[in-house]
């Protein structure tokens, strides 16, 4: 009855009450309560986080994906001005430090996502049964994408990011296809913003006469990008003809490409010299030994999309090929209208493909086998990895003092969780968005006990639907909902 007690008081707790809570991992049964004079807030007041600068949680059990920290069973993590200030156990704070209740909670950086065509947050689940050629190139790319108008795309990258929140990323890497226009374009950036997501807008080809890239980012920069303390920051999607690597080049950007089967036209662009360290490779699959070396001669990085590539046709995913060349990848989405956008789905995908066949190989008789993964790697996958790719590590990633906040708390007292026996464990291969009690951004609740904040849900709804209608009626493009 204790634990039930404990899990119906959860959130931001009254430091006068003393609850009697199963503890975190090894500690067993506890009393706990919040210092004396503490100040602290009922659940239900979640204006008062929203609006705090400076807040606590207390009692959690901390996965840092800092090597130089560590993890920790039992310990609390101070947020101040948006950044983590401190993290340990029993932290000594000032009164007017707001608590929350970290008790039976796993904190985690927030999940970076390195590749998501996010304009089509409005085509979700249209190509359910769909393959990159012909069904993706064709149906999304040339049938559809045309037709966007700048609101629709407004909408479409917004309803995705709102999503990406919802399960739990923080920072995505935005490759929307759908710069027709300069107002296409600002429509993109606005709706990264108006979200309260992390962002990295690699501005990308559009359609049409009235396309601006990549001139465009002459004025976007100075416009959108002048600071650089700021969620949204600029890239630019390339392809592989070696002039947008050096637009990229021109306005000091990284630069973003899927490369996928056909390694000669990397290869022809390291020979060209056109590569910078911080460059991003997305997908990588089938990739020769040549190619592999060029990425980390370097200093590229890695984004790789492996239930999309395993659903579409895209290619073996890469995973084993980037350890292997001493790489360190990264997962991403890429687009929602065959798969979906849930970054523990991606995780336990990548956990469970890698070791299959790293075991089947020993089954053969192979002696020298790579190594399997650990559930810790394939978190750092999504963490840590994440933010080297999208060149954000200085920032974010990682639960470290000086950092900004970008986290995730997330319930380890579920009855399909507990007993809690190893939180990386749970964290990769046994939780779901379901578990996630709160999402953080630059120490901002965005989401919190089940529900996004600050966010007009019908209202998103209905607009979201009212331009996909307006997209698939001019593109001429019929659905059915049972089909």
């Known amino acids: 009855m204790a634990n039930k007690d404990a899990s119906a008081s959860h959130g931001l707790r009254d430091p006068d009450r003393r609850n009697i809570v199963l503890s975190s991992l090894l500690t067993g049964v506890a009393s706990l309560s919040a210092t004396p004079g503490q100040a602290a807030v009922q659940p239900t007041e979640v204006k008062k986080l929203q609006n705090n600068k400076r807040y606590i949680v207390k009692n959690a059990i901390i996965l840092t994906l800092d090597s130089n920290i560590g993890d920790f069973e039992k310990a609390d993590m101070l947020i101040e001005n948006g950044k983590i200030k401190a993290i340990g156990p029993s932290l000594s704070v000032s009164p007017e ?74 920072s995505m890497i935005d490759i929307s296809q759908v710069s027709h226009s300069r107002a296409h374009v600002e429509a993109n950036i606005q709706a990264l913003k108006d979200s309260g997501i992390r962002s990295v807008y690699a501005m990308s080809r559009g359609i049409g006469t009235d396309s601006q890239y990549p001139d465009a980012m002459k004025t976007l920069l100075p416009t959108y990008f002048s600071s650089q303390d700021q969620l949204i920051t600029p890239a630019l999607a390339v392809s592989v003809d070696k002039e947008t690597f050096l637009s990229a080049r021109l306005y000091g950007l990284k630069a973003v490409l899927h490369i996928r089967v056909n390694s000669a036209p990397l290869i022809a662009l390291s020979q060209a010299g056109a590569l910078r360290e911080g460059d991003l490779f997305i997908h990588c699959t089938h990739l020769n030994k040549d190619a592999w070396k060029i990425i980390h001669d370097t200093g590229g990085r890695t984004s790789h999309s492996p239930v999309v590539e395993m659903a579409m046709g895209h290619g073996y995913p890469a995973i084993q090929d980037a350890i292997d060349e001493g790489a360190r990848p990264s997962l991403s989405c890429d687009h929602a209208a065959t798969v979906g956008m849930d970054m523990f789905g991606m995780m336990r995908a990548v956990f469970e493909i890698q070791r299959l066949a790293i075991q089947q190989r020993q089954r053969n008789g192979e002696k020298e086998t790579q190594k399997l993964l650990t559930c810790k790697e394939v978190l750092q996958f999504a963490t840590i990895n994440g933010a080297r790719a999208a060149s954000l590590d200085h920032k974010i990633g990682s639960l470290t003092p000086g950092k900004e906040a970008d986290f995730l708390m997330l319930r380890a007292d579920d009855l399909s969780i507990w007993p809690l026996n190893n939180a990386y464990s749970a964290a990769v291969n046994l939780m779901s968005a379901g578990h996630i009690e709160g999402v953080f951004v630059a120490g901002k609740v965005k989401k919190w006990q089940g529900r996004l904040l600050d966010v007009d849900k019908a209202k998103v709804l209905r607009e979201v639907a009212q331009s996909r209608d307006n997209v698939l009626q001019k593109a001429k493009f019929k659905i059915g909902l049972t089909d």
Do not use: C
């Open 97 to 170: 430090t707001l608590v929350v209740d970290g008790t039976n909670r796993i904190l985690i950086p927030g999940f970076v996502d390195t590749h998501s065509h996010s304009y089509q947050g409005l085509l979700r689940g249209l190509l359910p049964n769909g393959v990159v050629l012909p069904d993706y190139d064709r149906d999304i790319q040339k049938t559809i994408t045309p037709h966007y108008n700048a609101y629709d795309a407004y909408q479409g990258v917004k309803i995705t990011a709102l999503g990406f929140l919802e399960l739990g990323t923080t």
